[in-house]
């Protein structure tokens, strides 16, 4: 299998423009995450779809982020309009079923610089 | 709130020494704690996982860990570190609630 795929892997953007993270969960997986990790916070989880439809989305910073899964095989970040503060590497990961005790499978990663 | 705290940053271990990463939960019932290994550049990669049972869990690359209620813990161990162990490790929940990650320097 080809592991979870995100794309880009390095976004380098100017203040004020729309930044479109992507991800491609493992094949078979019902669940995806979203997660940003930085050194002053760690690593944070920001929304988490089971079956396409978002489950949770308290870890969302702020209505500049918005999130999308149209189908099973495809999910989207955006950010918009993005902020310095928003640089940081964004993590996808997928697993089975969004268990309690299940396995997530990362991705990746896109690093994101807002200049 | 339900959290995990790693309380090491940062530590350095010799090649061939043993290793013990602390990891220290807060939640009133048995939780569902994991490790997490991250090489640079890299996502992270799940090292093993503990729900109930025997509380000394096995995981992958010779690492095990031990759940201790007594004392709110769920340490990550391996007896002979290698160089390729050299990552960040990181300590999370059932909560998806993630440590801040303690870094692993291997010294040959």
């Known amino acids: 299998d080809a592991g979870v795929i995100q794309s880009p892997r390095h976004e380098v953007t100017e203040m004020g423009q729309e930044v479109t993270l992507r991800c491609k969960p493992i094949?078979?997986?019902?669940?995806l995450f979203w997660y940003r990790q930085t050194m002053m916070r760690g690593l944070e989880l920001l929304i988490y779809?089971?079956?396409?439809?978002?489950?949770?989305d308290s870890g969302m910073p702020e209505d500049r982020f918005s999130a999308k899964m149209p189908n099973a095989s495809f999910s989207t970040l955006k950010i918009q309009p993005s902020e310095p503060r928003d640089s940081a590497v964004y993590f996808c990961?997928?697993?089975?079923?969004?268990?309690?005790?299940?396995?997530?499978?990362f991705g990746p990663g896109t690093r994101l610089t807002v200049l | 709130a339900q959290s995990v705290t790693q309380p090491d940053i940062h530590i350095t271990v010799s090649e061939g020494a043993s290793l013990e990463l602390r990891c220290n939960y807060s939640?009133?019932?048995?939780?569902?704690l994991f490790w997490y290994v991250q090489s640079p550049g890299q996502g992270l990669q799940l090292l093993l996982k503990y729900f109930s049972g025997d509380t000394l869990v096995q995981g992958i690359k010779g690492f095990e860990a031990e759940f201790k209620r007594s004392q709110s813990s769920f340490n990550l161990r391996k007896p002979s570190v290698h160089w390729s162990d050299a990552a960040e490790y990181f300590c999370s929940n059932y909560k998806l609630t993630f440590g801040k990650g303690t870094l692993l320097t291997v010294n040959p």
């Open positions: 094949s078979g997986h019902n669940s």
């Open positions: 939640y009133g019932a048995t939780p569902y």
């Open positions: 779809f089971n079956n396409n439809v978002p489950i949770d």
């Open positions: 990961a997928s697993s089975l079923t969004g268990g309690l005790g299940d396995t997530q499978y």
